[in-house]
């Protein structure tokens, strides 16, 4: 009953851009959480990505707390040493970061990596190299730098014009790539996998000799790890996996488990190009969400990351063997961000019959299943989810 008062009163106000589930949830801890009715769900999808340490952890509630009665904001007029500890934090065992702008979202951190893109060729004397090459059915975000790269048409209808100097290729096609790189290339931009156009992983040495083409180009290369960065594939950073730095990589979604924060990490060459008053942001570096982030990565480091990675390998295989009922033809991903590719049934309404058996997922497109567990998800709980989700397909009226 409640749920239903508090859909109608947000529909009532809220502006009608998302379609959101008639659930109002108010409450979670770990990876359960609960509706204004009392109705208890796993939950896989943590927020986007972005629970990554589940609902309400002890040691990030403590953080919050603890900040909280100290020190909030003080904008960038000053250090704050929350935030220097923080960008140690994140540079701990980069594979080329020495420098941290933040931010407060994804879209931000993106916008930041292509303005600097742009910044740092222009300070090497070549304004003219201001394109960015960006990949088919990216997702970097709404802000209008970071909406032109986005390679999907459908978010840009209504918004033209967009920011100009920005093409498309192939996600993975090497000669579209290396036919696009010139000499007014600025940036490539890509993601390790693209999360939002259905859990697609990069095919194998895509990233690689993507580095060694923007090398041999002059351009710079731009890893959009908003949603893959923060442990979601079992390490720091989906490119550790392949073992290729970038020059640039945004991060936010996972960074602070739920409190917003965006980062931009910068190799120290490029990161030296945002100079004083070219970039900024007011809330950049915050003290409360600094304070929690950095309690994030404590949790992660201290076992997390490599627990998950077993969990996420059950996950996988109970997932697979979905493949039984006829409607699964897949799984992708990596770690803790998996799509599972349905056949003769739609997405959406799986993932309202997997609500309906108290299991939270999303569907991308009418074909995929996104699952985002927090890192923390128990052996259990992976089995409970496959077992919910298996229940739902084969529930799913079949698709004419
Ligand atoms: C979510 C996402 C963004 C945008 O992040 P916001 O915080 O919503 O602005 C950008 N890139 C990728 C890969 C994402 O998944």
Redesign the pocket.
Known sequence: MKNEQLVARGKAVLTPNYKQAPLALVRGAGSRVWDADGGEYLDCICG?AVNALGHCHPALVEALEAQGRELWHVSNLFFNPRAVELAEALLEGSLFAKRVFFCN????A?EAMLKLARKYQADLGRPERNEIVACVNS????TMF?LACTGQPKYHHGFEPLVPGVRHVPYGDLAALEQALGPRTAAFIV?PIQ??AGVMPAPAGYLAAARELTRKAGALLCF?E??TGVGRTGRMWAHEWDGVAPDLLSA??ALANGFPM?ALLASEEVGAHLTPGSHASTFGGNALGCAVALATLKVMRGGVLEASRAVSARLVERLEALRSTGRVAGVRGRGMLQGVLLQGVSAGEVVEGARDRGLLVNAIGDAVIRFAPALTLTAAEADLAAERLGAAIQAAPARG
Do not use: L, P, T, W
């Open positions: 986007i979202s994804g879209a931000e993106n997702f970097h975000g709404r970071a993601e999360g939002e959009d908003v949603q936010a979604k965006g």
